[in-house]
């Protein structure tokens, strides 16, 4: 059975601050958990599992909400912050997997780095992580060139590194950018070709994306589509989703899908 694996982020909404607009920062949490509430309705509709990165800030600032969303979704570790006025640490990423630990009641095995940023990932073996889904493997100008990375889930010693989908051949990234800008019939179908060429599907969003960001100083590829207009497409692509020959799968219940053989193999788990 193939795979889809439905990710978001859940973070404080600090991007406008590298466009020069302050956001007040109970404001940041609220954008992002209007948006994020939005997203369960719609998840829970289609009966989706998904896996939340989250900031172990956020999970402080609404804990009853994080613990809603354990019942039913995996939460793994986005580290404890998100601003990129702050340069993570693996002592903020140790942290924050017991932060949400202890407010999820659940454990934490997979991280995200903030704006998907390098380090260390072998490390996170040490500290009780499991998988890494930080890699995008394509080339975004002005923040990495990963080209050369694999595009197929694949072990760095013994995390297994779950990159982000791209179409095959042109590696051209599906993450939530080109799902805002592209026209959403092609978009889905370059779904469709990326779960049966790869045998996995991995996507991910913000959940303040989903927050109206008219009022926002940003970039119109990041606000062109936002609030209801892009909630009603989001739940277009889980509706269409959810008829593909695939399963809804959290990371952590795909990361099982795993043999343990193959955990001694640098090669891909899946063939491209």
Request: net charge positive; hydrophobic share 40%.
């Amino acid at each position: 059975m193939k795979a889809i694996l439905l990710t978001f982020d859940v973070e404080e909404f600090d991007i406008p601050q590298e466009y020069g607009q302050e956001v007040p920062y109970e404001q940041q949490f609220e954008v992002s958990r209007l948006g994020l509430e939005a997203l369960l309705s719609i998840l829970e509709k289609y009966q989706a599992k998904a896996t939340f990165f989250c900031t172990a800030n956020f999970a402080q600032h609404h804990p009853e909400l994080i613990r809603h969303i354990a019942q039913n979704h995996e939460i793994a570790s986005h580290s404890f912050y998100h601003d990129f006025r702050k340069p993570t640490t693996m002592s903020d990423i140790i942290a924050s997997k017991k932060v949400l630990e202890e407010i999820s009641s659940k454990p934490v095995v997979g991280f995200r780095m903030p704006r998907l940023m390098q380090f260390n990932t072998p490390e996170l073996a040490n500290h009780g992580y499991q998988y890494d889904a930080s890699l995008n493997p394509t080339y975004l100008p002005g923040r990495y060139n990963f080209l050369s990375k694999p595009a197929q889930p694949h072990w760095i010693g013994n995390v297994l590194e779950i990159p982000s989908s791209v179409l095959p051949v042109f590696r051209l990234p599906l993450f939530w950018i080109a799902f805002k800008n592209i026209p959403l019939p092609l978009y889905k179908w370059f779904c469709k070709i990326t779960l049966k060429r790869r045998g996995f599907l991995s996507l991910y969003f913000h959940p303040w994306e989903f927050s109206d960001l008219s009022p926002y100083k940003l970039p119109t590829y990041v606000k062109r589509q936002s609030g209801q207009e892009l909630i009603a497409k989001f739940e277009n692509l889980v509706g269409s989703l959810a008829k593909q020959k695939a399963k809804f799968l959290t990371c952590s219940e795909f990361l099982k899908t795993i043999k343990p053989s193959q955990k001694t193999s640098e090669m891909a788990v899946f063939q491209s």
